[in-house]
């Protein structure tokens, strides 16, 4: 199993531009959730979903949407990069929302 | 949604030397998960305490939950450098906010 895939790695965007960070998992959990994680900041809820066609905001969701069409798939999209989104996110799943997390490697984002 | 301050920031310890990180909220839980992220990784699922005084050891490190569900901690027995990373603390909020709420970390720094 490959788990919790993101893609890119590494992204950098001008200011204004849009793009799509792509999450993929195969254990057919139901519960994914975006994080964003700043120096000092810990690691902070963009959006969460807790299966097909649901999706919520989490703690700093402003700037960013999400939709969920399939189980496995979860991507967070830009809608027009700011230096204040240039972050490392996470991906991550689980099988039942209030159990441990399976996360991603990350995209690390820097907008200039 | 719930919020859990983690203490200390930083922890420098010689190797062999024990560490413990805490996190404590205002709030009862109805649980809190430890996590692992060493440099430059993701953060890694170590466990969830669910019961009042729940305590649970997995080799070198013991985690406890509070008797009030509002405290809990992380103890690593004479570290190593493989211990090296930063340690979360999260808890899921649930009901009306799913996704998991981390406290800002510990990080652990080890000098041979």
């Known amino acids: 199993n490959a788990g919790v895939t993101q893609t890119p790695k590494f992204q950098v965007l001008k200011t204004g531009q849009s793009m799509t960070l792509q999450c993929a998992q195969d254990?057919?959990?139901?519960?994914m959730s975006w994080y964003r994680q700043d120096p000092g900041m810990g690691l902070r809820l963009i959006h969460y979903?807790?299966?097909?066609?649901?999706?919520d905001q989490g703690e700093v969701p402003n700037g960013y949407n999400v939709s969920r069409s399939t189980t496995e798939d979860f991507p967070l999209r830009l809608l027009s990069a700011a230096p204040s989104q240039t972050s490392v996110y996470f991906c991550?799943?689980?099988?039942?929302?209030?159990?441990?997390?399976?996360f991603g490697s990350g995209t690390r984002l820097t907008v200039v | 949604g719930q919020q859990v301050m983690q203490i200390p920031q930083y922890q420098h310890v010689q190797e062999g030397e024990d560490f413990t990180t805490y996190c404590n909220s205002s709030?009862?839980?109805?649980?809190i998960q430890w996590y692992k992220q060493r440099p430059g990784g993701h953060p890694v699922f170590l466990i969830q305490?669910?019961?009042?005084?729940e305590v649970k050891k997995q080799k070198r490190l013991t985690f406890q939950f509070g008797e009030a569900k509002k405290n809990s901690s992380l103890h690593i027995t004479a570290t190593q450098t493989t211990d090296v990373g930063t340690y979360f603390c999260?808890?899921?909020?649930?009901?009306?906010?799913?996704?998991?709420?981390f406290g800002k970390g510990t990080h652990l720094i080890i000098q041979p």
């Open positions: 991550a799943s689980s099988s039942e929302g209030n159990y441990g997390y399976t």
């Open positions: 254990m057919n959990h139901e519960y």
């Open positions: 979903s807790v299966g097909a066609g649901i999706t």
């Open positions: 709030t009862t839980l109805s649980n």
């Open positions: 305490l669910v019961k009042s005084g």
């Open positions: 999260a808890v899921y909020s649930g009901g009306g906010a799913d996704g998991l709420t």
